[in-house]
């Protein structure tokens, strides 16, 4: 029996393929216009994208949220209001002590996976209504005209999962006085690796805070508090990061091998000059305990607290520079300078 194809279908098949620009295989069809049957053996995908070595690769195991303090309280942090200067704040999003003679928190501590990632706008500065009574409160308006930005700890940018998580670091106990050109360079430089590292498979335990007295910020000299001397400027701020690959149990997986991120950078507007990033600040856990006096990563067997403790890490590495710069088009980024 003989088989014959519309017309219409052909002319439909053809225009296909042109437009998918197999004008070959279009002409297959036309000079088979008049033969009964047609076989088309070329199953070539007529524009494969090409694999694009720097996506980042899909992450195993589901991503959680999981305690902020999993790892220790570095300054055994009190949730009780005679422990004015190292008050503890615990709430969904982070974990923090403040310190009412500062009027900054000496840490903050908080869980970092993809899990905690979403859509949620931008909130604003807010004072932190959770403090006891008698507890300094520091507003949005103690920083105007400083020459200071409003530093926040734990990022507005790791807690985008909802407004109410957005809106908690906005707080002003989230918020230290910083530098223009530290928070919007090199603060924020380590901000955004930590957030590539979480969508390339990994989850994340941060610890950040500041210490010393006085910066330098937009307003040239040396400052050494603001707000008539409500809110001390730190000299120096810091961050830890422990890295996980994403799993569960945390604290059991930690282990010689896990790597520790640490920096501790100047709170002034030359932080960032010659193109310095946040791997020119690389410090260890030891010298911040050493400048801090906290005891970070204090829930981990002692051994291996020493071990990891003094470990320099190697930083960005060339690979991941390269491949920020072609995800990004030149790394570091341009930084909108009118964000705080
Ligand atoms: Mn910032
Ligand atoms: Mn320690």
New binding site residues.
Partial sequence: MKKTVPPILITIVIAILAFLGREDLAKLFEDETNKPTITVTDTTKPHKPKDNPDKPKPVKGKATRDPHLALGNPSKAKNDAKSMANYLVECPQYALAFDNATGNAKWVAWHLSKAWKGEAKRQDFRPDNRLPKGFKVVTKNDYTASGF?R??LC?SDDRDGSISDNEATFFMTNIIP?APKC??RV??GL?DYCRDLIFDGKELYIIAGAYGVGGTGSNGGLTKTIAKGKVTVPAKVWKVIVVLPIGENDLTRVDANTRIIAVDMPNNQVVADKDKEWWDYLSTVDDIEKNTGLDLLSNLQIPLQKKLEARLDKGENNAQKISLEKQYGSYPVKYDLSLE
Avoid: L, V
Wanted: no cysteine.
């Fill in positions: 930005d530093g926040h990022p910083q928070n919007q603060w924020k901000e």
